[in-house]
């Protein structure tokens, strides 16, 4: 499959390949860390991504054979000041809200540790899938801090606040397989077949209405935003989409015994 790099960036790769976007934290010497420049990079990605038409979905995954994402940048914390650090974490959630909405899915490829900021990226994305040598956690404790990037919400929303309180209070990490048993991961593949699972389940989502997906997003978001009633959500989407010339096709094929042909509006 022929790639097409996006642009020049320092600290990730941005390719375009057919209608998937691949971010790739690109980093491997630090682990993928996240330092300022990177989430700046990440940022123009987004523009980026948001801007292109007829995508199907994103992966997100780290360079090199260690590492997801291992955090934020340890060395950028030494001397903030509390307005700062309290910007650089509504910065980083904003980052993360962006992925999290984002119409398309975004599926994290996780090839090794996601730790810290690296379990909040992978977090942020719709669907998780790991190699065997993928490891989470949320270690910020044993450096005094506690997760800024969303961590100490999502790990709630997706293994219950028990686990959770566990995993940000003892920092421990936990295993793929641990993680898959906990719903924090949906596969754990081979290394070789990590892209190609994502790619898979991307190819399979674009198969479906493009609006009904944006909409499927759009209202699991709203379970977990105090300023939406998720129902209500669901009722004005569900509504919404039979303005759609897809909802005709959709049922016409059924009907017809034949494949939908959605074109997204
Ligand atoms: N921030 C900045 N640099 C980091 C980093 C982070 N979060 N995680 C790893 N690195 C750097 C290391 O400093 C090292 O750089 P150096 O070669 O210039 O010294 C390099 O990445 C390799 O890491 P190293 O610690 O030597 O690898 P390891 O295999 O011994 O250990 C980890 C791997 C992931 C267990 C270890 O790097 C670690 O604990 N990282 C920090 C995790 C963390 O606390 N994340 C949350 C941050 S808020």
Do not use: W
């Not at 906990?182 to 198969?207: P, Y």
């Not at 609006?211 to 939406?228: G, P, Q, Y």
């Amino acid at each position: 499959m022929r790639k097409k790099l996006y642009m020049a960036f320092e600290n990730i790769l941005l390719t375009f390949s057919e209608d998937i976007a691949t971010l790739t934290i690109n980093r491997p010497d630090k682990l993928n860390a996240l330092n300022q420049a990177t989430l700046k990079e990440i940022s123009e990605a987004l523009d980026a991504i948001e801007q292109t038409q007829g995508l199907k979905g994103v992966i997100v995954t780290g360079s090199g054979d260690k590492a997801f994402v291992a955090g934020a940048d340890i060395s950028e914390f030494q001397g903030l000041s509390v307005d700062a650090s309290e910007e650089l974490a509504r910065n980083g959630q904003q980052l993360f809200f962006r992925i999290e909405r984002l119409s398309v899915p975004v599926i994290a490829c996780v090839n090794g540790f996601a730790l810290g900021g690296g379990c909040e990226l992978a977090m942020a994305c719709h669907i998780r899938i790991g190699t065997e040598k993928a490891k989470f956690g949320q270690p910020e404790v044993n450096l005094g801090i506690i997760p800024g990037y969303g961590g100490t919400q999502r790990l709630i929303q997706y293994i219950g606040k028990g686990k959770a309180l566990e995993l940000l209070m003892t920092a421990d990490m936990i295993d793929a397989t641990t993680a898959l048993n906990l719903g924090l991961l949906n596969h754990v593949v081979a290394q070789e077949e990590l892209l190609e699972k994502a790619a898979t389940i991307i190819a399979k989502i674009g198969t479906k209405g493009p609006l009904a997906i944006a909409a499927v997003i759009r209202c699991a978001n709203a379970f977990f935003d105090e300023t939406k009633d998720g129902f209500s959500e669901e009722a004005k989407a569900f509504g919404g989409l039979f303005t759609s010339t897809d909802v005709i096709e959709g049922t016409s094929a059924f009907l017809e015994k034949r494949k939908a042909n959605f074109k997204g509006v």
